[in-house]
């Protein structure tokens, strides 16, 4: 079980990052041009998740993101509903964990908060939609308007595991505290997959995201990636929904280069050399096409 959280240290550069944002002085050099989106005339689409939906870019990249300018940012959500021809609300947070989504209050990962902290991305800087409340607050009155929401996907418990290693004197490396973990992302997918169903009667594909590996090559990276991937995918199989396969359609391509999805070109690249945790546009792009297929778009 120590092997699956090896990547420790990759944990901690999220949270580094999302604080990082956080204090980092908006509005530095050039931004990307606004997101494209599909038009409404095929209905909605719904994005929920962390910062990997939201197309967060840390604040060492070059150019520097605009945290003040929230349509700067584009994720893999933006280019599938392109892709559909549908409008996309994003209602995603940098640093939101499978129960901050959920529970008002409850710590975070860095989007309303985080270990040891009051402060988060939302705190300060404007996500892609502007709600009050928790995300599937916003999730439910969003369904409620949009009666012809004809996809919903999800990426989300990353940072569940993230912040089980932040606040354990071991870094989470126990079975119990692995198996709370994979209990907790369970259990709450169960919630919100009721609250999306049973609650706002929405009867359209719901797509849960699995996650990357930071390396195809490091066993425990793979570990990580495949222990988290596998609690997702089976939770989300329980629920009723689709899984769409982010850890293979990082695989090919990185396995080109040695197993490294930053050789590749999927992760952003930083002045040094070294890549971000998350995703470049190519890396979205491939996300974007892993949902496509996994509805039969």
Known sequence: MR?????????????????????????????????????????????????????????NAVPAPNYLDQHSFVGYPELLAQQLDERVSNASCPGETSTSMLVAGAVSNGCENAPGSTVGYRTLYPLHVQYQGTQMAYALQYLAAHKHTHLITL????????????????????????????????GNLATIFHQLRDVAGYQGPIVVLTYYSLSYSDPSQLALSEF???VLANATLADGGIVADGFDAFLGPSLAFGGSPCAAGLLIKLPDGSCNIHPSPAGH???AAAIAKAIGA
């Open 155 to 186: 990426d989300i418990g990353a940072n569940d595991a993230f912040v089980c290693q932040e606040t354990t004197a071991d870094g989470c490396t126990s079975s119990s505290e692995l198996l709370g973990v994979a209990g907790q992302i369970t």
């Open 228 to 230: 988290l991937d596998s």
């Open 285 to 287: 792009e491939l996300l």
């Open 3 to 59: 092997s699956m959280l090896a990547s420790r240290r990759a944990s901690r550069l999220l949270a580094a990052v999302v604080v990082a944002a956080v204090v980092a002085a908006a509005g530095a050099g050039t931004t990307s041009a606004n997101p494209v989106n599909g038009s409404d005339k095929n209905g909605t689409y719904l994005a929920l998740g962390d910062s990997v939906a939201f197309g967060y870019v840390p604040p």
